[in-house]
């Protein structure tokens, strides 16, 4: 059971006074070679992490967290894993060494983002004075035993409710056998041909009406959506493909809900049926093989979105293979869906096994 953070009292604390606060050290591009050590840098994704290296020095370490100085500043990551930190980040060695009382801790660390920007960097000194909120015992300090409890049965509840959704959606999930990709026959085709080029259209921060419809804009996470609005324009759409062709260039998300687009991202919908979530799937991977062609100064527009040619699977009339891509994307989440499932009885096999 979720234990309730309202029940508890609270009180500030300088992060210097629950982690000790290191310095990091750059690997630069060409110093870098390939290997299996996470290099964790300033992103706001993958954990932090920005590369894998095969380097090593002396910030190598694990049970750490990582707090972002430059970059997306403010970020902040639990890694229990060994990994290596750019000085674009600063390391903080908790004093409680607990894996749950240091994602406790990163999420406090992060809720303090807001204050920070590219011009307004979390350096070191003003990372030691930052306070956090944290819950406290009877006598006034930290209280870790709850952090450490309510982060466990946190990660229990969110793992059984998708456990739950897993049962569910395999369970509707219709397994059949299909060609490989290698053995498929594949042909060329320009977008236009395939698919309809929709605008979206601008839609300012100061014209944006706090609501719960998705925004999409030309950003490369959390399924291309920005902000959440009241507004409703000619960009209103659903059951489509948004594809940036400015910002994060190429990258493209499936939106089956209602959402309104920027002027940045383009819709796209299949001329000859109607796309499924599946068919969209198929298609967005497709299209990010483009990615590289594309940059900041080389826009991905409509003209050049229109004659980009794709490569799809076809039929024996040479047309695009739809039940064939729709059919694989299935498959492909039956099996990763199986997986977890298997993965996540096993789990619980050897723990009942280790506790007898």
């Not at 972002?68 to 390391?91: A, E, I, T, W």
């Not at 960097?121 to 409890?149: C, H, Y």
């Not at 794709?310 to 492909?332: A, F, G, H, R």
């Amino acid at each position: 059971m979720l234990l309730n953070l309202e029940d508890k009292d609270w009180s500030e604390f300088f992060i210097e006074d629950v982690a000790e606060i290191l310095s990091g050290r750059d690997i630069y591009e060409a110093e870098r070679y390939a290997g299996n050590t996470p290099y964790i840098s300033s992103t706001a994704k993958n954990n932090g992490i920005s590369h894998f290296v095969g380097n090593s020095n002396n910030t190598l370490e694990e049970n750490c967290l990582s707090v972002n100085r430059n970059g997306s500043v403010g970020y902040s990551f639990y890694h229990p894993y060994k990994g290596l930190f750019s000085n674009d980040c600063r390391k903080l060695r908790p004093y409680n060494k607990s894996k749950y009382v240091g994602l406790f801790l990163s999420t406090q660390i992060c809720s303090q983002r807001d204050k920070y920007n590219y011009g307004y960097k979390m350096g070191t000194a003003r990372l030691k004075r930052q306070k956090v909120m944290l819950p406290i015992n009877a006598s006034g300090e930290p209280d870790w035993q709850f952090m450490e409890n309510y982060i466990k049965a946190l990660m229990e509840q969110k793992k059984a409710e998708y456990i739950k959704h897993c049962r569910k959606e395999l369970a509707r999930l219709k397994l059949k056998d299909i060609e490989p990709l290698e053995d498929k026959e594949w042909h060329e085709f320009f977008i236009e041909d395939i698919a309809e080029i929709k605008a979206g259209r601008r839609l300012t921060k100061a014209d944006m009406k706090v609501g719960r419809k998705p925004f999409i804009g030309s950003t490369d996470s959390n399924n291309g959506i920005t902000a959440f609005v009241a507004n409703t324009n000619s960009s209103e759409d659903s059951n489509i493909l948004g594809v940036n062709y400015n910002g994060s260039v190429v990258e493209n998300f499936y939106h089956p809900y209602t959402a309104i687009f920027s002027d940045d991202v383009k819709r796209l919908s299949l001329k000859s049926i109607e796309g499924s979530k599946y068919l969209y799937l198929f298609l967005k991977n497709i299209i990010l093989k483009q990615k590289s062609k594309y940059q900041y100064a080389y826009k991905f527009n409509e003209s050049r979105l229109k004659r980009q040619k794709i490569m799809l699977p076809v039929t024996n009339i040479c047309t695009p293979d739809y039940e064939y891509m729709s059919q694989y994307m299935i498959n492909l989440e039956y099996k990763k869906r199986k997986e977890f499932l298997d993965f996540c009885t096993s789990n619980t096999r050897s723990s009942t096994q280790e506790k007898s």
